[in-house]
Structure formats: C-alpha cells, structure tokens
T-cell receptor, first 114, second 110 residues
Framework: DTGVSQDPRHKITKRGQNVTFRCDPI?????LYWYRQTLGQGPEFLTY????????KSRLLSDRFSAERPKGSFSTLEIQRTEQGDSAMYLC????????????FGPGTRLTVL | KQEVTQIPAALSVPEGENLVLNCSFT??????LQWFRQDPGKGLTSLLL?????REQTSGRLNASLDKSSGRSTLYIAASQPGDSATYLC?????????FGKGNQVVVIP
C-alpha cells in the first residue's frame, strides 16, 4: 500500500455514459498526476496538478475528459460520453511537488466500456 | 518527445539466476529515473529511484545503474525467485511527468 487510494477499483459502463473516478493522494503531497495504461503498454501521462492548479494536459486528454483537484486535496477525473477506446487502467500518482521527487502510484481504476 | 525502450519485452529465467533488464531513453535531460514493478491488473510499486546526478542505487537484491549521457539504465535482480515474476517498468522524469517504457515481462521458473 503506497498511501495513494483510488475509487472505484473497477468500473463497467455502457458507451455514451459518463463516469467519474476519484484519487486520494498521500496527504502532504502537493503534486497529483493522472496516467492511462492500456494492455501491453506503459502508462501514458494525462495531466497533473500542483496543489489545486492544473498545470498541464496531454493531447491525449480530449474535450470529453476533465479533471479537478478542489482545495488541493483529492482529485476527480470525469469522462463524458464514454467510447470503447476509453477502456483502460486509469492510474493516479502523487509526489512532494518538486522536481526529481519520487512518484507514488495508486492501485488504479480499471474502466471497461461496453 | 522522450522515447523509452525496454529490451527484452519478455523473458523467462530459472530460479536462482540473475536478471538483467535494460532501458534506454532518447533525451538525456532528465531529473531522475524510476524502476517500477507491476503485477497483473495492479498498480505500480516503486522499486528504485536514481537521481540524474547518481550512477546507481541499491535495495536488497536490486541494483539499478544510470548512464545519463548514453541514455541507458540497467536493473539487476540477483538470485531471482518465483515471486519476482512481474512486469518491470522503467520511467524517466524530465518534464514534470514520467515517460514510461512498455515494460519487461519476467517469469521466474521454479
């Protein structure tokens, strides 16, 4: 257990539905990251927050994706109008917030879009 | 754009043999390099973190080296055990995020 938690662990949804995932980072960590991992691939960066500010978004993050980190604590990732191509493991990580700091990952949320 | 390559993609070794996993990256301007372990369907467990100014890190049976100028890192696992069976991922931090390779899938045969 790294101290980073994610909820839910598994989500099955039908195409077109909206889904929301939650990540609770290690409490003193200022930075929070979202990654997506598909089968047989390494995780790919989606976005990251420094406290409550979303500082960067990958081109992978289409307009259907939105992430928030209110008050710089937990974060949510919402996918609207899900597509089958959104099926993946969504991983959250946190770090102390300076360059060269180790990232600690949560257990992930496995999304299946039918 | 940082590209990370891990070779071999998959390998099987008998129990007791030493494991050598290779990682290469294209942009040497990095803050650090991390090695992770991932079990099927699970999240990532950090194994070792090497800062850009360091040459190697050791933790128990694990040793990782870093040659930043040539864009290479190697993870050594001594005296492999069946419990070492997993996918090992190399990731470099160079721009406020990690860039990952596809991983080395390892099976240790009892």
């Amino acid at each position: 257990d790294t101290g980073v938690s994610q909820d839910p662990r598994h989500k099955i949804t039908k195409r077109g539905q909206n889904v929301t995932f939650r990540c609770d980072p290690i409490s003193e960590h200022n930075r929070l990251y979202w990654y997506r991992q598909t089968l047989g691939q390494g995780p790919e960066f989606l976005t990251y927050f420094q406290n409550e500010a979303q500082l960067e978004k990958s081109r992978l993050l289409s307009d259907r994706f939105s992430a928030e980190r209110p008050k710089g604590s937990f974060s949510t990732l919402e996918i609207q109008r899900t597509e089958q191509g959104d099926s993946a493991m969504y991983l959250c990580a946190s770090s102390l917030g300076r360059e060269s700091q180790e990232e600690f990952f949560g257990p992930g949320t496995r999304l299946t879009v039918l | 754009k940082q590209e990370v390559t891990q070779i071999p993609a998959a390998l099987s070794v008998p129990e007791g043999e030493n494991l050598v996993l290779n990682c290469s990256f294209t942009d040497s301007a990095i803050y650090n390099l991390q090695w992770f372990r991932q079990d099927p369907g699970k999240g990532l467990t950090s194994l070792l973190l090497i800062q850009s100014s360091q040459r190697e890190q050791t933790s128990g049976r694990l040793n990782a080296s870093l040659d930043k100028s040539s864009g290479r890192s190697t993870l050594y696992i001594a005296a492999s055990q069946p419990g070492d069976s997993a996918t090992y991922l190399c990731a470099v931090d160079g721009n406020n995020r990690l860039a990952f390779g596809k991983g080395n899938q390892v099976v240790v045969i009892p």
